[in-house]
């Protein structure tokens, strides 16, 4: 059995959305246990009538409007923190949560610790790509300002992650950047540049923001205030273009029969672009897989964000990061 500890607290969703995606999970995965975090009177019925789930009963719960790192030292009883600390214990394989990102990312980081030799964890997605391929996208957010030795490690990260759960051998790594060519950049960027290329990573170049959906890559990598603002920049443009589709829909007869017949595959799209598809974003570089589901997830994510951490652990991540970063 592999067993994933699931935060229900803290998202932006009531606890019963998360619950049925646990519920979904459980009855997907016959050799999956879940650890259901969060205040009795939620997880105790629902553990009661699941077979295969266990409660984790917690007190307190970390709101998105609370600091995270001050939350993550002040509330000890708090569902994130207990679920990461449960994964630290052993009583956990991964853990899924769609809590507020700070304190997921504080609370993982410090509770289930990071690999060793790994400096920094990275937030990771795959995104879809025009080619068919996917591109393994970090750091996401975590970590705004890095160190080139930090980037490369971000490449073998991000390597280890594309083999283990996509399946890419010898996976090609491009840098984030505002050129393709080798001299574009800010001094930061060409000593990211420098360090990728003497860093046996599988470096390939420097990737423009064009190439985060055109599958050219198999992993672009940027620190974590770029990684963010392109990240943004994909969801707000998702979220025009949807607007805007559904605006014309009102303007003719045919409009609309031409979005109704489009409808199921936009919302494939829209669930790929999301990071739905994958359940959320993964935490790579720690000592067990955590993946960090939307605040406003829906059951359908909370679904695969608890099977891929599942995955993650069945497909041996921690082992293939530990020994991709030993080089």
């Known amino acids: 059995m592999t067993t994933i500890c699931v935060d229900v ?79 630290h214990a052993g009583e956990a394989d991964g853990l899924f949560s769609a809590g507020s990102t700070g304190a997921v990312l504080t609370a993982a ?12 964890p990275a937030l990771s997605l795959p995104f879809p790509g025009i080619s068919g391929r996917s591109t393994v996208f970090l750091d996401m957010g975590a970590n705004a300002d890095v160190k080139p030795d930090v980037m490369v490690q971000f490449a073998h990260m991000g390597r280890a992650y594309a083999h283990a759960v996509l399946g890419v ?14 001299t574009k950049g800010s001094e930061m960027a060409l000593a990211y540049h420098e360090a990728l290329a003497a860093g046996n990573c599988g470096f390939a170049g420097n990737a423009e923001g064009t190439d985060l959906l055109a599958g050219t890559f198999d ?24 607007k805007r589709l559904k605006a014309a829909m009102g303007e003719s007869l045919g409009n609309k029969i031409g979005m109704a017949l489009l409808a199921k595959s936009l919302k494939s799209l829209a ?57």
């Not at 980081?109 to 920094?120: D, L, P």
């Not at 051998?169 to 080798?182: K, P, Q, Y």
């Not at 992993?219 to 603002?229: H, L």
């Open 109 to 120: 980081t410090f509770g289930v610790g990071r690999i060793r030799g790994v400096k920094r």
């Open 169 to 182: 051998e010898n996976a090609r790594v491009g840098l984030l950047c505002n050129g393709s060519e080798d």
């Open 219 to 242: 992993v672009i990598v940027a620190d974590g205030f770029t990684g963010n603002v392109a990240l943004k920049s994909i969801e707000g443009t998702g979220k025009f273009v949807v």
């Open 271 to 327: 669930a790929e672009m999301s990071g739905d598809e994958y359940g959320g974003a993964i935490l790579l570089g720690l000592r067990a897989p955590v993946v960090k589901g939307h605040g406003a997830t829906s059951a359908q994510a909370v679904r695969k964000g608890t099977l891929a951490a599942a995955a993650a652990v069945r497909a041996g991540l921690v082992e293939k990061i530990a020994a991709a970063c030993e080089l």
């Open 9 to 87: 607290m803290g998202a932006d969703k009531e606890p019963a959305v998360l619950l049925e995606g646990v519920a979904m999970a459980l009855a997907d995965d016959p050799d999956l246990e879940v650890l259901v975090a969060g205040s009795a009177d939620v997880v105790e019925p629902f553990c009661a009538s699941h077979a295969r789930a266990r409660a984790l009963v917690t007190t307190e719960v970390i709101a998105m409007s609370e600091h995270p790192a001050q939350a993550v030292r002040k509330k000890k009883d708090a569902s994130i923190v207990r679920a990461a600390a449960a994964v």
